[in-house]
């Protein structure tokens, strides 16, 4: 009896050893991407189509026979909002789950959470959402704009006359590290345009925050004293009240145009926008952009949700950073087969001036040297659908600057 069960103990071992190693093989037939993005919280509103957008864009990939002769398969982490639990979610990814890149983060600050991470453990990460500059890493490609692919260009736009000629500016912002150095930009920007300070308020607010009754009373009055234009940096939910006080208090774009960065098709989809025509925002990318690239696009995503029952399916729309994922997990792809491997220093070098075309209508490049996508850009007015109609953008793509020129000392760094 003792002798039967000895065998029947070894062949059970030999069973799961032989499990082991299938499983094994089969986990080395896979390229383990990570997608690391807030799927609750303040910023879940704004950063969960961009996980549900990579995993379109995998499957797409996959569709197609994959990467390398590999299928893709997604590491999905949800870091809630918050920043310290980012940087344990990266470590994961990359120390426990063997991710190959990860795709993911949306405020500057969960980014700068993860930052040392990927440049400790020599990950890689594409950064898909416009952000302050002022960084440039080797372990980071950012497919968002930097401020001279948004916030200056936009502000020009404010200034000149077919933007209403502005002489005042509120510059009002979720209180973190984005909003306030694009501000401080932007401030020097203004000084330099000739614009006192006198003639710029400064107004920030918590993560999550909703009674703007006050602030929209105070952005009232302070334009009383000249043409006045807001630039919002408010960042996820929040951006549901603000707009909604805006409408409440009766402010209208041709009284105080509102020209915001973070606030897209997606933030949108749940305001009644009737009361907010005219409203700006800049961008790299709308949805309304009429082309056959973007026009598969929408209509993939579409299919996408359906299939995949994502809330509100009939309803989802795509925005700047969904196209910036979009176009960052096929760059990356592209460089893997290039490279021939999944090897981050390999992979870097091979990234280096690959080209995509975008649904923006443009063949975007990454450029050479900077880790920055060469971006189109774009201004556009909130129609009643809760889509915007371009009403001003660059005639070709225009190369990052990371490293703003209206910040001291910023020309002495490489660009």
Not at 323 to 352: C, L, P, S
Request: hydrophobic share 40%; proline share 6%.
């Amino acid at each position: 009896m003792k002798r039967r069960s000895l065998i029947k103990a070894f062949a059970l071992s030999a069973t799961v050893v032989s499990m082991g190693f299938a499983w094994s093989a089969q986990a080395a037939d896979t390229i383990k991407v990570g997608i690391m993005h807030s799927l609750s919280g303040t910023m879940a509103i704004s950063e969960t189509p961009l996980k549900d957008v990579a995993l379109m864009t995998i499957d797409e990939i996959n569709a197609k026979g994959g990467v390398l002769g590999k299928k893709l398969e997604p590491v999905v982490v949800d870091p809630a909002s918050n920043w310290p639990l980012f940087a344990e979610k990266a470590r994961q990814l990359l120390t426990q789950d063997k991710a190959a890149v990860v795709f993911g983060c949306w405020t500057s600050v969960s980014r700068k959470s993860v930052l040392p991470v990927f440049e400790e453990l020599n990950g890689l990460l594409f950064y898909p959402v416009q952000y302050e500059g002022e960084e440039m890493s080797p372990n980071v490609f950012y497919t968002g704009a930097a401020p001279n692919q948004q916030a200056i260009p936009a502000v020009e736009y404010l200034m000149s006359e077919d933007g209403g000629s502005a002489k005042r500016f509120f510059l009002l912002g979720t209180d973190y590290v984005y909003p306030r150095t694009t501000n401080k930009i932007l401030r020097a920007f203004l000084h330099s345009k000739g614009v006192a300070d006198k003639d710029i308020e400064e107004v920030y607010t918590p993560f999550g925050y909703s009674d703007y009754q006050t602030i929209v009373s105070n952005i009232k009055k302070f334009a009383a004293g000249g043409k006045t234009a807001v630039v919002s940096t408010i960042n996820g939910d929040s951006n549901v009240p603000f707009y909604k006080e805006l409408a409440n208090q009766g402010i209208k774009a041709t009284d105080i145009p509102v020209v915001a960065f973070s606030v897209g098709e997606e933030e949108l989809r749940g305001i009644d926008t009737k009361p907010l025509v005219g409203q700006l925002a800049a961008w790299n990318y709308f949805e309304s952009i009429d082309n056959p690239t973007n026009a598969k696009f929408v209509a993939d995503y579409r299919a996408y949700a359906k299939a995949h029952n994502l809330p509100n399916a009939a309803t989802v729309v795509t925005n700047d950073p969904m196209e910036a994922t979009y176009v960052g997990i096929h760059m990356w792809a592209q460089a893997v087969e290039k490279a021939g491997t999944t090897d981050v220093d390999k992979v870097r070098a091979a990234m280096a001036g690959q080209t995509f075309n975008a649904p923006d209508g443009f063949t975007l490049t990454m450029d050479k040297t900077n880790h920055h996508l060469h971006k189109p850009v774009m201004i556009g007015e909130v129609e009643e659908n809760g889509q915007f109609s371009v009403v001003w953008q660059t005639d070709k793509p225009v190369r990052a600057q990371p490293w703003s020129p209206y910040i001291a000392g910023n020309d002495k760094k490489p660009d």
